[in-house]
Nanobody
Framework: QVQLVESGGGLVQAGGSLRLSCAAS????????MGWFRQAPGKEREFVAA????????YYGDSVKGRFTISRDNAKDTVYLQMNSLKPEDTAVYYC???????????????????WGQGTQVTVSS
């Protein structure tokens, strides 16, 4: 099993940038496809971005496409979410998830993920 810890959230003005990190410990990080999701108050957990085991395949939710970039560093057991051109509607708790997977797969459904971090709050002011 793997433990996940997110960091990097905070308060930022609209148009600004943040980079979230998700550090993994436990079993081999490179065995896992990773994803970022977010959840605003009163809403369901929403897919943001996903990446496969070696970082060669990525996929984004429509609301963040062109503004957010997911990446990973398997040597550091960490996945990142670079968020640019932030909008107030990006305000949410951001979670990273992990799923043991075959080489090229990534996953966009929250039900696919086996492990989750505790989340980090991102607040974008207008």
């Amino acid at each position: 099993q793997v433990q996940l810890v997110e960091s990097g959230g905070g308060l930022v003005q609209a148009g600004g940038s943040l980079r979230l990190s998700c550090a993994a410990s436990g079993r081999s990080f490179s065995s896992y496809a990773m994803g970022w999701f977010r959840q605003a108050p009163g809403k369901e957990r929403e897919f943001v971005a996903a990446i496969n085991r070696n970082g060669g395949n990525t996929y984004y939710g429509d609301s963040v496409k062109g503004r957010f970039t997911i990446s990973r560093d398997n040597a550091k057991d960490t996945v990142y979410l670079q968020m640019n051109s932030l909008k107030p509607e990006d305000t949410a708790v951001y979670y990273c998830g992990a799923k043991e997977a075959y080489y090229s797969n990534y996953f966009t459904s929250r039900y696919s993920y086996d492990y989750w971090g505790q989340g980090t709050q991102v607040t974008v002011s207008s």
